[in-house]
């Protein structure tokens, strides 16, 4: 099992450009969380997966959009990007509620 | 509101010495409390959480809910123990509060 994976490992864009980041869970998980990580800071919760539907939101604006699919894979879509959403962005997966969450090794995005 | 304070950025040891990482929260129900730790180049893992009460590479972490702390220790550090720390919090199994909410990281270096 090669634990939760996420693609692209880097990527740049432009402001204004949106783009779509990508998550496997571990084999066996069925929940997806997505977190943001700015330069020397804590990881940030955007948003969890669960069943396909978004079960919690954290703090951040509509431009921030997620999908989960039938196989429990997880799509993170950010529109109209701004500098500011430079930062890594982390993919947690887990099973059940009181579940340990695994995370990802992240993706890099960059912002011009 | 739900926070996690870990007070020191940086914190440097010598290999041997007993090494203390601190951690303040601030919930207003019952809490899960993790200590998560990355490696270089590697990914943010799991390292100990209260409910187990073991101890992982030596270090141990006790749920204080009077001060509201939780504070990673292990009496005799190791080079290999030089990492970035993060303490991480969840609202308690039962509620709708799935989240982990993390502190900003301390970075630990073990010196020879």
């Known amino acids: 099992d090669a634990g939760v994976t996420q693609s692209p490992t880097h990527l740049i864009k432009t402001r204004g450009q949106q783009v779509t980041l990508r998550c496997s869970p571990k084999s066996g998980h069925d929940t997806v969380s997505w977190y943001q990580q700015a330069l020397g800071q804590g990881p940030q919760f955007i948003f969890q997966?669960?069943?396909?539907?978004?079960?919690q939101r954290g703090n951040f604006p509509d431009r921030f959009s997620g999908h989960q699919f039938p196989n429990y894979s997880s799509e993170l879509n950010v529109n109209a990007l701004l500098l500011g959403d430079s930062a890594l962005y982390l993919c947690?997966?887990?099973?059940?509620?009181?579940?340990?969450?695994?995370f990802g090794p992240g993706t890099r995005l960059t912002v011009l | 509101a739900q926070r996690v304070t870990q007070p020191e950025k940086l914190l440097s040891v010598f290999k041997g010495a007993p090494v203390e990482l601190k951690c303040n929260y601030s919930y207003s129900g019952s809490p899960e409390l993790f200590w998560y730790v990355q490696y270089s180049r590697q990914r943010l893992q799991l390292l100990l959480r209260?409910?187990s009460r073991e101890s992982i590479k030596g270090f141990t972490a006790d749920l204080n809910k009077g001060e509201t702390s939780f504070h990673l220790k292990k009496p005799f550090a190791q080079e290999e123990d030089s990492a970035m720390y993060y303490c991480a919090l969840r609202g308690a199994s039962g509620g709708s509060n799935y989240k982990l909410t993390f502190g900003k990281g301390t970075l630990l270096t073990v010196n020879p």
């Open positions: 947690a997966s887990n099973w059940g509620r009181a579940d340990t969450q695994y």
């Open positions: 209260h409910i």
């Open positions: 997966y669960y069943e396909e539907e978004e079960r």
